[in-house]
């Protein structure tokens, strides 16, 4: 079945950047919508990015301007390239698969701070 496997997370300094990326198996990659969800201790998982089959994309207005959300469907890869990096950017982030019943990486960790 589908799997995602997230990578690139880890501690960098407030202003910096990261760039996180998952890997898709499966055949159904490219006609589904990718999104990059956050979790932070003792908040509900939000979504940061979303994009489309067609490579349309959307964000809240927390990271908008910061964070770039991409996809290679030949690759099947997803990528969130994270600009001037906030403490409060510190979460567990999660790749995610936009089918019915939703598919979920394992997560890694983004730690900014001094």
């Given at each position: 079945?589908?799997?995602?496997?997230?990578?690139?997370?880890?501690?960098?300094?407030?202003?910096?950047?990261?760039?996180?990326?998952?890997?898709?198996?499966?055949?159904?990659?490219?006609?589904?919508a990718?999104?990059?969800?956050?979790?932070?201790?003792?908040?509900?998982?939000?979504?940061?990015?979303?994009?489309?089959?067609?490579?349309?994309?959307?964000?809240?207005?927390?990271?908008?301007?910061?964070?770039?959300?991409?996809r290679?469907?030949?690759?099947?890869?997803v990528y969130?390239?994270?600009?001037?990096?906030?403490?409060?950017?510190?979460?567990?982030?999660?790749?995610?698969?936009?089918?019915?019943?939703?598919?979920?990486?394992?997560?890694?960790?983004?730690?900014?701070?001094?």
């Open positions: 079945q589908v799997q995602l496997v997230e990578s690139g997370g880890g501690l960098v300094q407030p202003g910096g950047s990261l760039r996180l990326s998952c890997a898709a198996s499966g055949s159904i990659f490219s006609i589904y990718m999104a990059w969800y956050r979790q932070a201790p003792g908040k509900q998982r939000e979504m940061v990015a979303i994009i489309s089959s067609a490579g349309s994309t959307n964000y809240p207005d927390s990271v908008k301007g910061r964070f770039i959300i991409s290679d469907n030949g690759k099947k890869m969130l390239q994270m600009n001037s990096l906030k403490p409060e950017d510190t979460a567990v982030y999660y790749c995610n698969m936009q089918t019915p019943r939703a598919y979920w990486g394992q997560g890694t960790q983004v730690t900014v701070s001094s």
